[in-house]
């Protein structure tokens, strides 16, 4: 049974959720790799699917260190899932790159609640955002996480407030000199970063909405046994898991805003859900219901595919 293997935390669960994730990789760029390989391809790809693979173990390193989940490989699991739920998230390399640093930048805010090497943090966290700002505009939303962030954990001293723009301007002067120097035109590559749409039409295909629609109906179920299970967590991780809801509901306002709603977007929607998805596995009972949701939730894409 699949529930059984992944409900205790092993080094063979990394090895079957890169092989899943390697597997999704080359179905999704199958369609669209059509030509010919050449040498600079196969690296290029090679690349993108190594930043992807390292996002799993980002995100790994985040609850697990943070205690957002018990001892089990569900959370990753999960996360590779919902890439071949929704492939577009694979053929989008800009937003793949974005999601990597933004998963860095919830690394440093989450571990916020140590209260440890808190200005470090912060300003780890705002350059990682404002990096994958430069990839994908609207990753720029997550600075409300930093801010939100000195909130939950009441972080009061006024000069932690300061240190995210120091972050945002450390990034902010790296790029326009490294422009200055290839001689590429600042003020249109800032042109061109901005835009948004509020047309949903472009995300109106079979593989999209039965996609997104698992992944939200089954987000939207657990997140109501993910709040109520926030209060019997310790007191002092319970902001943790406020920041996931808040998280998801970024993520939600990047796929209102995305100017190119192809379904790749969903990616920052797919770390908070696999939290909340996998909170809710653990306080499942029924072990034959645990089960039937991870089987629809691995046969959805291949039904996908049928259709």
Known sequence: MISNFFSKSKPIHYIVVSIMLLLVFVLSKFKILT????????????????????????????????????????????????????????????ILVANFFILLALRRLISLRSHKAIKKKLFDASFWIAIATLFYFWSSVFFILIFAALIVYAIVDVKNYIIPLVGIATVIVITASCFIILEIDVFKFASNLFGFSLDFSALNSKQIIIGSTILLSFGLWALFY?????????????????????????????????????????????????IIMTNYLEVISEKWFRETLLWVIIVTPIAILLL
């Open 226 to 274: 993910y709040i109520k299970n926030i209060r019997s967590q310790m007191k002092s991780y319970r902001p943790s898991f406020k920041l996931v809801i808040l998280i998801a509901i970024l993520g939600i306002v990047i796929i209102a805003l995305a100017p190119s709603k192809n379904g790749s977007e969903f990616i920052f929607l797919f770390a908070p859900l696999s």
């Open 35 to 94: 030509n010919d390989i050449d040498l600079i391809i196969f690296f290029k790809q090679t690349a993108i699917f190594l930043v992807c693979l390292m996002s799993v173990f980002v995100f790994d390193f985040l609850v697990t260190r943070n205690s957002l989940a018990k001892n089990n490989s569900y959370h990753i699991v999960l996360y590779v899932l919902f890439f071949a739920i929704l492939p577009p998230t694979i053929l989008n390399s800009q």
